[in-house]
C-alpha cells in the first residue's frame, strides 16, 4: 500500500519548517528554503507558494503526490492568506492546523474560526512546536485514510487540541 503523506501550505513564517522538524523528531533549526522539501512521509513547501496565487498552480501539482494537505493558521497573525473554503479546490484530506498556541501572543480561538472558513468539513489541530502540543494527533490523522476515518479519530480522541468542523 502507498504510504500517506502530507503537504504543508501556509504563509511565510506560520511556522510548516518548524512544524516538519517536530513531526519527524528532527532537532535542527528550520532554515528558510525557496522549493519544495520532501523528507520522509512530509512535503514542506514555501510560503510564497501560499502567499501568491501565481503559485496555485504548484500547490495543486504537489497534491497529487499526497495524501492530505495541511492548512497552517499562525495564531499570532489576525488574519489568514487562505481564501474561503480554499479546501474544497484540493481533492485530498484536509487538515487544518492551528500553530504557535504557545505564544503570549496566540489568539487560538481566532485561529480555528479562521480555518474553519478555510476548511469546511474536516479535522482542526491546536499545535506548538516548542510545547509539541497537537504533535501526536496529527500524525494519527495522517494514517487515516478517510474523512470519516478522521471524524472517528477525532471523536474519541476529544482532548482539546483537536476539533471537527
Ligand atoms: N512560539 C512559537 N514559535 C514558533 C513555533 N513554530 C515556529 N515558530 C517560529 O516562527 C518562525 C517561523 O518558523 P518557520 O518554521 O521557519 O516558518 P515557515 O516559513 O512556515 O517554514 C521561527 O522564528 C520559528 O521559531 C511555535 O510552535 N511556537
Ligand atoms: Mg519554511
Known amino acids: 500500500m502507498k504510504k500517506n503523506r502530507a503537504m504543508l501550505i501556509g504563509s511565510i513564517g506560520a511556522g510548516k519548517s518548524t512544524l516538519t522538524n517536530a513531526l519527524l523528531e528532527r532537532n535542527e533549526k528550520a532554515v528558510k528554503t525557496q522549493s519544495l522539501n520532501y523528507s520522509d512521509w512530509i512535503v514542506d513547501t514555501p510560503g510564497e507558494y501560499t502567499e501568491n496565487p501565481f503559485y496555485y498552480k504548484n500547490i495543486m501539482a504537489t497534491s497529487l503526490e499526497v495524501s492530505h494537505v495541511m492548512y497552517l493558521q499562525d ?3 489576525k488574519k489568514t492568506i487562505f481564501p474561503p473554503n480554499f479546501s474544497t479546490g484540493i481533492n485530498k484530506l484536509p487538515i487544518g492546523v492551528v500553530t504557535k498556541s504557545d505564544s503570549d501572543k496566540a489568539d ?3 485561529a480555528v474560526r479562521q480555518l474553519k ?10 499545535t506548538s512546536s516548542i510545547t509539541g502540543r497537537g504533535i ?3 500524525r494519527n490523522l495522517v494514517k487515516c485514510n ?7 479519530y477525532v471523536s474519541t480522541h476529544m482532548d482539546g487540541n483537536i476539533f471537527f468542523s
Open 75 to 77: 495564531a499570532t497573525r
Open 136 to 138: 501526536q494527533e496529527i
Open 146 to 152: 478517510s474523512l470519516i476515518e478522521m471524524k472517528e
Open 117 to 126: 472558513r478555510v476548511i469546511p468539513s474536516g479535522p482542526i489541530v491546536i
Open 108 to 110: 487560538v480561538d481566532e
